[in-house]
């Protein structure tokens, strides 16, 4: 885990070496580190996920948001595109196969590949109380969102 954290920071910082805290973490200095990138973020239209694809969009990439709901896809586009943001978007629920393809096939036709994976979205199989859960239900939920085969 350490491992994967400090190359994260090590992708994310190295373009900036010389940048005060201050010039990182306001963004200023920094539109177009990420420039000619594509990110694709699940679960993207709302809460940490739309955050995640906004920050990436502002440094540069073109990112590709999700959600399970057109309506989420489409409000979190025109949010972002009204900023002025490279963005793009397909219906996507990481459970289903033919759903991952979707969205991996519009990574490639609106971007021409996919540079940087956020799995951020993941299925909740557990409906009523935790009480008795099969491992396998535990296991599924964070799972899910790892596979885009």
Do not use: Y
Request: proline share 2%; aromatic share 4%.
């Amino acid at each position: 885990m350490l491992r994967a954290a400090a190359w994260v920071h090590w992708v994310l910082f190295r373009p900036c070496t010389g940048l005060s805290v201050r010039m990182i973490s306001s963004g200023i200095d920094r539109k177009g580190v990420l420039a000619n990138r594509v990110a694709v973020v699940t679960g993207s239209t709302d809460g940490i996920g739309f955050s995640i694809a906004r920050r990436l969009a502002q440094d540069g990439a073109h990112v590709v948001v999700s959600s399970r709901k057109q309506q989420n896809v489409d409000r979190a586009m025109a949010a972002l595109q009204g900023e002025g943001l490279s963005v793009t978007g397909t219906v996507c629920h990481v459970g289903k196969a033919e759903d991952r393809e979707r969205l991996v096939a519009t990574a490639l036709e609106h971007g021409g590949g996919v540079d940087f994976l956020v799995c951020n979205a993941a299925v909740n199989p557990l409906v009523g109380s935790t009480v008795g859960a099969s491992e396998q239900v535990w296991d599924k939920g964070p799972h899910s969102g790892l596979s885009l085969q």
